[in-house]
Nanobody, 124 residues
Framework: QVQLVESGGGLVQAGGSLRLSCAAS????????MGWFRQAPGKEREFVAA????????YYADSVKGRFTISRDNAKNTVYLQMNSLKPEDTAVYYC?????????????????WGQGTQVTVSS
């Protein structure tokens, strides 16, 4: 079992920045990937970014490429999502998730463990 706890969400004006954190416990993550997803009201959960814990290879959705950065801190067992140049359309509940398989995936159904989510609201 893996437990995930997100933090760092909040209200920010358009053009601003936020950094989300996802603290993991329960298993060593060295062979896994971690991803960030988001879900806006009335919409499906969508992929944002993912990172392989070992090696640090990353993968981004086109909508956030160049604005968001995913990273991890091995010592703290924590993954981060640095979000810059935020837009109102980035408003959503953001979730982190763990994939115990191989590669870097963008489909939510391929992730095995999920956090409870943190709200990000970007005002215009």
């Amino acid at each position: 079992q893996v437990q995930l706890v997100e933090s760092g969400g909040g209200l920010v004006q358009a053009g601003g920045s936020l950094r989300l954190s996802c603290a993991a416990s329960g298993r060593t993550l060295s062979n896994y990937a971690m991803g960030w997803f988001r879900q806006a009201p009335g919409k499906e959960r969508e992929f944002v970014a993912a990172i392989r814990w070992s090696g640090g290879r990353t993968y981004y959705a086109d909508s956030v490429k160049g604005r968001f950065t995913i990273s991890r801190d091995n010592a703290k067992n924590t993954v981060y999502l640095q979000m810059n140049s935020l837009k109102p359309e980035d408003t959503a509940v953001y979730y982190c998730a763990v994939d115990i398989g191989y590669g870097l995936k963008y489909r939510a159904l391929e992730y095995d463990y999920w956090g409870q989510g943190t709200q990000v609201t970007v005002s215009s």
